[in-house]
């Protein structure tokens, strides 16, 4: 008989999740240059992002901390303003994307444990 492991291991979703966040990102510094955009960047965009990127890492902090339905719906209401964030200002993309990646996969593995 033969002894090889009939186990086959999946790919975890941290993995994949990493994988979909590297693919993005480097598309989009691809895809940048090659369509000549240039940025101007405001302290009005900085301010967009850095509310952003808070609102967003909050979300994420309490999925994990907190249970319910007040959660959820800060996590909706972040993954909206992300995307909300990402149309009205295209720079913060690479920045915002893999937030809103790991909060989707965070949510994807709680409902998972439920």
């Known amino acids: 008989m033969d002894k090889t492991p009939s186990c086959k291991r999946r790919a975890s979703p941290w993995v994949i999740a990493l994988f979909i966040i590297l693919l ?5 510094y691809l ?5 000549g955009l240039t940025l101007a960047v ?4 900085w301010g967009v992002i850095i509310a ?5 890492s909050i979300a994420i902090l309490f999925f994990l901390v907190f249970s319910g339905v007040g959660v959820i719906i800060l996590a909706v209401f972040a993954f909206l303003w992300g995307l909300l964030a990402i149309i009205l200002f295209p720079i913060i993309f690479p920045v915002v994307v893999p937030l809103l990646i790991v909060l989707l996969f965070i ?4 409902r998972r444990k439920r």
Do not use: E
């Open 24 to 28: 993005v990102v480097a598309g989009w």
């Open 31 to 35: 895809l940048f240059p090659v369509l």
């Open 42 to 45: 405001t302290a009005g965009v």
């Open 52 to 56: 952003t990127i808070v609102v967003l």
């Open 107 to 110: 949510g994807f593995l709680l």
